[in-house]
């Protein structure tokens, strides 16, 4: 089985920054594609950045040019840099890893970390 756990969220206030982390107990570069979604109070579960093996990311719209995810292969860790945040950026951060077995896509959650941004 594969575990994510993530740390690094936190409150701080609008305009500031945080980095999170994601540790699998797996190889990083097994993964398909190592993933942030974020799920704020009673709202749907949504992406936020991805990375994928061939070295493409992608983000949401609203986090283009604040956010950056990257990966350090020799700690097995995803990392997701958040640069000028914002009150609307305020959710539980969740890792996701995506692998292909046997055909089909199978993907593993960590637990989350909550970021607040407030005033």
């Known amino acids: 089985q594969v575990q994510l756990v993530e740390s690094g969220g936190g409150l701080v206030q609008p305009g500031s920054s945080l980095k999170l982390s994601c540790t699998t107990s797996r190889n990083i570069s097994s993964f398909y594609c190592m993933s942030w979604y974020r799920q704020a109070p009673g709202k749907e579960r949504e992406s936020v950045a991805h990375s994928f093996s061939l070295g493409v990311t992608n983000y949401k719209d609203s986090v283009k040019g604040r956010f950056t995810i990257s990966t350090d292969n020799t700690k097995n860790t995803l990392f997701l840099e958040m640069n000028n945040l914002q009150p609307e950026d305020t959710a539980v951060y969740f890792c996701?890893?995506?692998?292909?077995?046997?055909?089909?896509?199978?993907?593993?959650w960590g637990q989350g970390t909550q970021v607040t941004v407030s005033s």
């Open positions: 996701r890893a995506a692998r292909f077995e046997r055909g089909d896509l199978v993907e593993f």
